[in-house]
């Protein structure tokens, strides 16, 4: 983000714990804030009138959660659910739309990513209908794994089917398949990436697709922003919720 807008927004930006499972919006819900993720992982997630679900995008350290907000909508039919614990940035809705409705930088770098979101958003839903679960589910790791700073996911087969919109039966074939190939190991509740060449080897294009799409919209955008004000150190330890 360039430095002057950051400037500006320093003040009123609030770091906060997101813990895993937590819900920071649901369908037609009133969003109050918009999230920056930095550790966390936010999983944008639809849910059928049967109760079947599956996700259309993940927001990383990449991105922001909440786009509606300053695209008029303010609502979705869709939720945000924390899939990997950890922390973000949040800024109530009234400044972010301010900063936007400024035209500057940071309009455009928001502009960008909403571009990538709805790239990866199209490309999710072409590989989820014409690619098998274990190139999904390779897909789905390799993109975990660039928003994270360690090899070893804190995830169930359950939530992974569910991202997915897959039986669990389909995942454990699947990740089955990938630790006889040495490429992951899996416990449970863990899974841990051995060798990811293995997997972008594995995996379908899509995941190609949607990293070179980001780096081409965002990438002159930072080139061009100043260093930043550094915010407030975060933990390195993500919160989890304790099982009752």
């Known amino acids: 983000m360039p430095a002057a807008e950051l400037a500006r927004l320093v003040p ?9 499972g937590q819900i920071l919006y649901e369908p037609g819900g009133q969003m109050q804030h918009g999230y920056f993720p ?21 927001v990383g350290n990449e991105g922001l959660v909440g786009v509606s907000l300053f695209m008029g909508g303010n609502t979705t039919p869709s939720s ?5 614990a950890g922390h973000a940035y949040r800024l ?6 301010r900063e936007f409705k400024r035209a500057g930088p940071l309009q455009l770098l928001l502009l960008r990513y909403t571009q990538a979101l709805l790239t990866q958003m199209t490309q999710t839903a ?25 090899r070893d996911l804190v995830m169930t087969q359950e939530l992974v089917a569910s991202m ?3 039986r669990r039966e389909g995942i454990t074939e699947a990740a089955g398949n990938l630790q006889k ?4 190991s899996y416990r449970r509740g863990h899974i841990s990436v051995l060798q990811r060449p293995g997997l972008e080897s594995r995996s379908c294009e899509c995941y190609a697709v949607v ?26 330890q993500p919160p989890r919720i304790q099982p009752s």
């Not at 014409?130 to 994270?148: I, P």
């Open 12 to 20: 009123d930006l609030e770091l906060v714990p997101l813990l895993l």
């Open 38 to 58: 930095t550790t966390a992982i936010v999983s944008l997630h639809y849910v059928m009138e049967t109760g079947a679900s599956a996700e259309t995008a993940g």
């Open 80 to 84: 945000a659910v924390v899939q990997t």
């Open 92 to 97: 109530p809705v009234r400044l972010l739309q």
């Open 126 to 150: 072409a590989c989820n209908r014409h690619h098998s679960v274990e190139q999904q589910l390779c897909r789905w790791l390799l993109l975990t794994l660039d928003r994270v700073s360690t």
């Open 164 to 166: 997915l919109g897959v």
């Open 181 to 184: 190939a040495g490429l992951i």
């Open 211 to 236: 990293k070179k799409e980001l780096f081409r919209l965002l990438s002159d955008v930072s080139a061009h922003a100043q260093a930043a004000p550094s915010l407030a150190p975060i933990n390195s």
